[in-house]
């Protein structure tokens, strides 16, 4: 592997290096035991950290240690050399991360809101509850706690705990032990503590591991698991147990989130379909695109760079609590930087709207009531959309106006408060047909306890009401993972739900819309809009009821914030179509077609024509002729595609499909 260039170095900065590499070498020749002394003194350390408002944590505990710790290495290098590509740009994995959701996982208020809410409707319950939430969201803390026979971990104690506020930081997921990814589930991590390793996907004998177990004491190794979907199965697939109303224990578990199970019954699932794989890692931490690699540690000038190289992005879809971590971060104590945040959400951004669903709107029919559209929407996504905590959904919105912009149909609308208009009050069902404006596609998960009525309270959750979420690609109902991934609800039904044709896994749903257009025949203009939210209004309400200070906090950032949704896809179409076309009585001849030289000839038209004008497939205007002239035109169409013509008389509107080759 070719080492990366140092010419755009200063030269002082070079021959300096240089002699502190070979100082360095010279430390570790012989039987290969180190000096004594640490590879950076504090002020080097400092330095390569750099002052920050908004410092890292720092410090360790018997197992784990804080991100500040590896920063010095691993994040910004001042001097360009290391965590940056052949190009220059700083890839850093401690910056990439600080402002992921990852990161913040024990600071996220709405998370910390919500696990009061849980304790306050069963407050008897209240240490077990605690002690599976942070096992996930802040496993520093409560596995130290476990490991040390301190027993049960607490929110009080997460509160003092600073290397447990690190969130999901580096050591949770480099020491998780080989031997039990995707084996055990709900926060029931195992990790390498005999050891001390942190593992990577570099093979032993390319890792110069000396200054890593000097500095901070940990030996870096190869881990196959670390590329390996399962190492996110710990965490993401999450199972309860179920509580009655009155806090009673009733024996049932229920399947809080599957993403993991959700991959293994997807064509993303790299072990069933190598040829289509995509681990989780490939989508959010994603291989740079560089085969020459990067430097993986400041200070030592001597290392080559290192491919494959993860980037520690983390985007996901949850546009909602990055926008409010970075907007109230002194508030909520975050570590982050205003541009760092901005970042991953760039990253999430374009996550969503690039690689989360494919969205089409087409007209199959139209008579002069009504016109029948179809809107069919494809999950991008290797699990679920939405997938992970219930609260999440995503809808599809309908308009139709007409020429001059007036609206004729509005389906999926929402008040400035974030809540669709015209929904059923307690929770909305699948649709195949929506034939009024109150009939709303809805992509969710609905909770139900142990009577079958709706609750928002995850202890009292029993079974899905429903969950018609947007299964992904080569989703099947027999695969061995269908009992944490079910489809339920009225979309199992639904012969466009994950079917194509009959066949199952197509991750597709089209919804069929019957719009009342009362006799306009002119051209209809129609946009779908696929919104999505993290947590809807009604799914807050209750929780809003109560009070502590997590829930009071959470509710006053929710309230400034707005919970306006987010626009994952949009599409725009313009129909002409009336289901009377009948050019021939008219007696105009539009040739030829296909047009295989652009030019398109108009016959036949007399006096009743008024005009005519002729449309790409978009809805854009190509061309246009006010009333008739000899009765014929000729135009040059301009390209390849489908053109709409549109004859129009005084009584009607005819339409003609045009396509140049």
């Known amino acids: 592997m070719a080492a990366r260039s140092v010419s755009h170095f200063p030269k002082l900065l070079v021959v300096v290096a240089l002699v502190c590499a070979g100082l360095v070498l010279v430390a570790w020749q012989g039987n290969g035991v180190p000096v004594a002394h640490a590879y950076h003194t504090p002020e080097e350390v400092e330095a390569y950290r750099g002052t920050q408002e908004r410092a890292l944590a720092t410090g360790q505990n018997t197992y784990f240690m804080a991100s500040g710790n590896c920063a010095g290495c691993h994040g910004h290098d001042p001097s360009g050399y290391a965590s940056v590509t052949a190009e220059g740009q700083d890839v850093n994995v401690v910056d990439d991360w600080r402002s992921s959701i990852m990161a913040n996982a024990a600071r996220d208020p709405?998370?910390?809101?919500?696990?009061?809410?849980?304790v306050q409707v069963n407050p008897a319950h209240q240490a077990a509850l605690e002690n599976k939430c942070t096992s996930c969201h802040a496993p520093m803390g409560n596995f130290e706690n476990h490991y040390t026979g301190q027993g049960l971990y607490s929110i009080a104690q997460l509160e003092q705990d600073t290397i447990a506020i690190d969130g999901v930081s580096c050591v949770p997921c480099h020491i998780q032990r080989e031997d039990s990814i995707e084996l055990f589930f709900s926060g029931n991590l195992h990790f390498d503590t005999l050891n001390r390793p942190l593992f990577g996907p570099y093979a032993d004998v390319d890792i110069f591991g000396a200054p890593m177990e000097s500095f901070v004491g940990y030996a870096p190794k190869y881990g196959a698991q670390i590329l390996d979907a399962g190492l996110c199965a710990g965490c993401h697939t999450l199972i309860t147990e179920t509580a009655d109303p009155d806090g009673n224990p009733s024996g049932d578990e229920f399947t809080e989130q599957a993403t993991y199970h959700e991959w293994l019954n997807s064509e993303f699932n790299n072990r069933e379909h190598p040829e289509t794989g995509i681990t989780c890692q490939g989508c959010h931490v994603p291989l740079l695109d560089d085969d020459i690699g990067v430097v993986l540690s400041a200070n030592y000038i001597f290392l080559q760079p290192k491919t494959p190289?993860?980037?520690?992005?983390?985007?996901?879809?949850?546009?909602?609590?990055?926008?409010?971590?970075?907007?109230?971060?002194?508030?909520?104590?975050?570590?982050?930087?205003?541009?760092?945040?901005?970042?991953?959400?760039?990253?999430?951004?374009?996550?969503?709207?690039?690689?989360?669903?494919?969205?089409?709107?087409?007209?199959?029919?139209?008579?002069?009531?009504?016109?029948?559209?179809?809107?069919?929407?494809?999950?991008?996504?290797?699990?679920?959309?939405?997938?992970?905590?219930?609260?999440?959904?995503?809808?599809?919105?309908?308009?139709?106006?007409?020429?001059?912009?007036?609206?004729?149909?509005?389906?999926?609308?929402?008040?400035?408060?974030?809540?669709?208009?015209?929904?059923?009050?307690?929770?909305?069902?699948?649709?195949?047909?929506?034939?009024?404006?109150?009939?709303?596609?809805?992509?969710?998960?609905?909770?139900?306890?142990?009577?079958?009525?709706?609750?928002?309270?995850?202890?009292?959750?029993?079974?899905?009401?429903?969950?018609?979420?947007?299964?992904?690609?080569?989703?099947?109902?027999?695969?061995?993972?269908?009992?944490?991934?079910?489809?339920?609800?009225?979309?199992?039904?639904?012969?466009?739900?994950?079917?194509?044709?009959?066949?199952?896994?197509?991750?597709?749903?089209?919804?069929?819309?019957?719009?009342?257009?009362?006799?306009?025949?002119?051209?209809?203009?129609?946009?779908?809009?696929?919104?999505?939210?993290?947590?809807?209004?009604?799914?807050?309400?209750?929780?809003?009821?109560?009070?502590?200070?997590?829930?009071?906090?959470?509710?006053?950032?929710?309230?400034?914030?707005?919970?306006?949704?987010?626009?994952?896809?949009?599409?725009?179409?313009?129909?002409?179509?009336?289901?009377?076309?009948?050019?021939?009585?008219?007696?105009?001849?539009?040739?030829?077609?296909?047009?295989?030289?652009?030019?398109?000839?108009?016959?036949?038209?007399?006096?009743?024509?008024?005009?005519?004008?002729?449309?790409?497939?978009?809805?854009?205007?190509?061309?246009?002729?006010?009333?008739?002239?000899?009765?014929?035109?000729?135009?040059?169409?301009?390209?390849?595609?489908?053109?709409?013509?549109?004859?129009?008389?005084?009584?009607?509107?005819?339409?003609?499909?045009?396509?140049?080759?």
């Open 110 to 118: 709405f998370w910390r809101a919500k696990v009061s809410h849980e």
């Open 309 to 661: 190289f993860g980037q520690h992005h983390f985007a996901g879809a949850n546009l909602f609590m990055l926008n409010m971590l970075k907007e109230n971060g002194d508030t909520l104590n975050v570590t982050a930087t205003d541009a760092q945040f901005d970042s991953t959400i760039e990253r999430t951004n374009r996550m969503l709207r690039q690689h989360t669903l494919l969205l089409e709107t087409s007209v199959a029919s139209r008579t002069a009531d009504t016109a029948f559209v179809d809107v069919k929407l494809t999950n991008l996504a290797g699990h679920k959309f939405p997938s992970g905590y219930p609260s999440r959904r995503a809808w599809v919105e309908l308009t139709v106006t007409d020429d001059i912009g007036d609206t004729l149909y509005h389906n999926g609308g929402f008040n400035d408060g974030g809540e669709i208009e015209g929904i059923d009050p307690i929770w909305e069902p699948h649709h195949d047909i929506i034939t009024t404006p109150n009939m709303v596609q809805i992509y969710e998960m609905v909770m139900g306890d142990v009577n079958g009525d709706f609750t928002t309270v995850l202890e009292r959750a029993k079974e899905p009401l429903k969950d018609n979420r947007l299964a992904p690609s080569g989703f099947s109902s027999t695969h061995i993972t269908w009992d944490t991934t079910r489809i339920v609800g009225a979309a199992f039904t639904d012969p466009d739900f994950n079917h194509v044709n009959g066949v199952e896994g197509s991750g597709t749903d089209v919804v069929h819309y019957h719009v009342p257009v009362n006799g306009e025949t002119g051209g209809l203009h129609i946009r779908a809009n696929v919104w999505y939210q993290t947590a809807p209004p009604r799914f807050v309400a209750d929780m809003f009821t109560h009070t502590s200070p997590e829930i009071d906090l959470f509710q006053s950032l929710y309230n400034n914030q707005g919970n306006a949704p987010f626009l994952v896809r949009s599409n725009a179409i313009v129909d002409f179509s009336s289901g009377i076309d009948d050019l021939r009585e008219l007696g105009v001849h539009i040739f030829p077609n296909p047009v295989r030289d652009g030019i398109l000839t108009i016959s036949g038209m007399d006096a009743r024509v008024l005009g005519l004008e002729v449309y790409d497939v978009g809805g854009r205007k190509v061309a246009e002729r006010l009333g008739y002239n000899r009765g014929s035109w000729q135009l040059r169409l301009p390209g390849s595609g489908t053109y709409v013509v549109v004859i129009r008389t005084t009584e009607r509107s005819f339409v003609e499909r045009v396509v140049a080759l």
